[in-house]
């Protein structure tokens, strides 16, 4: 999400926790008042805009309910969006109410869950290594260089650049230069060109599979240096399901509807739940994708049940247009998650 954006979501739910003006909020700084009040504006102009700034300020007023019915009497409000977090961290922390020590992480649209690399996702993640921050390779090269040149050769990349192969058109080109055919090639697809859609389809679902067996040899690599694999689990899990430390509340909009939650810490969390592991699993769906399939038992009932996530990896700026990006989204709302506390919300939005 564009920074305006998230200045914007954490400063709503911050101004109607603390039913008062920016001026009232601890640390924010005029440059983050700028882009809260210029983003305000983008948004008011339009119906979903609109209902973007009411949910976010229906979380803020439904938070601040919950607190003072617990018999506080007033809020003293931080904004700490603007201080940089570790890459490591799994929990961004976003609001601080200083009364009170409770921290508050917000998500607007909380669906994205990640966006990196494939490398970091695939190579870096299994191992729990979340501070890496490279581009790394370009991962269709990379996984599938056979399937890869056979599309680009399907797409006419011969007759259109003068390369035989797409390693020498990205090592002898530069990225603006490329534009011209990843249009053509847009075009071809739009054109349903049988010869281009049945190689690229050989391209996902190569790229699927190669994905998913690197993520699955990188884990069981990592959990075989590692005596005690529930103690090796728990970084990634914390990563995933941002579960940290410390409790706090988790709160902003999730497949459009507003939440607010608790997030109970480690030690808690523990009591109840057992990570039992991870598993990668090639989907098959038109464009490259695998499943993270995240495995947990229930101490107390001994039922075990299942979360997942699903890694998208594709160009965001075009075909053949810089290395592929992986993002991954979430099926499931937090609020539904076996052990969130949710908080009420208020009936009225006034």
């Not at 640390?27 to 973007?52: C, M, W």
């Not at 917000?106 to 994205?112: F, G, M, P």
């Not at 690197?214 to 899990?237: C, G, R, V, W």
């Not at 053949?320 to 979430?330: D, L, R, S, T």
């Amino acid at each position: 999400m564009a920074r305006d954006q998230t200045i914007f979501s954490e400063l709503s739910v911050a101004l109607a926790l603390n039913e008062g003006s920016l001026e009232d909020i601890i640390n924010v700084t005029p440059s983050a008042k700028e882009q809260y009040l210029k983003e305000y504006e983008k948004r008011s102009l339009t119906k979903i805009g609109q209902t973007q700034i009411t949910n976010l300020e229906h979380v803020g007023k439904s938070i601040r309910k919950h607190l003072l019915c617990d018999g506080v009497h007033a809020l003293r409000i931080e904004w700490t969006g603007n201080e940089k977090t570790s890459a490591m961290s799994a929990v961004a922390k976003d609001i601080y109410i200083q009364n009170l020590n409770l921290r508050l992480s917000i998500k607007e649209s909380a669906d994205v869950f990640i966006n990196a690399s494939p490398d970091k996702i695939f190579e870096h993640m299994p191992f729990g290594e979340f501070a890496h921050s490279s581009r790394g390779v370009d991962w269709f090269l990379y996984v599938a260089p056979k399937e890869f040149n056979d599309y680009f050769l399907a797409c006419g990349g011969l007759a259109q650049t003068g390369f035989s192969h797409v390693e020498d058109f990205y090592q002898q080109t530069k990225r603006k230069e490329r534009d011209a055919f990843s249009d053509h090639v847009t075009l071809l697809h739009k054109k349903k060109d049988k010869s281009v859609l049945n190689t690229y389809k050989h391209l996902c679902q190569k790229v699927s599979v190669e994905s998913s067996r690197i993520f699955n040899e990188n884990l069981t690599h990592y959990l075989q240096k590692n005596k005690n694999k529930s103690n090796a689990l728990q970084p990634i899990f914390h990563y995933f399901f941002r579960i940290n430390g410390v409790r706090y509340i988790l709160a902003g909009t999730d497949k459009k509807k507003p939440f607010a939650l608790y997030m109970n810490p480690t030690d808690v969390w523990n009591k109840s739940y057992e990570f039992m592991g991870i598993h990668a699993i090639e989907l098959d769906k038109g464009q490259p994708e695998v499943l993270l399939l995240f495995s947990f038992k229930n101490k107390h009932t001994l039922e075990t049940f299942t979360l997942d996530l699903k890694v998208e990896i594709r160009w965001s700026h075009g075909k053949f247009c810089g290395n592929p990006e992986g993002k991954i989204y979430k099926k499931w709302q937090y609020a539904t998650l076996p052990w969130s506390e949710n908080i009420p919300f208020v009936c009225d939005k006034n």
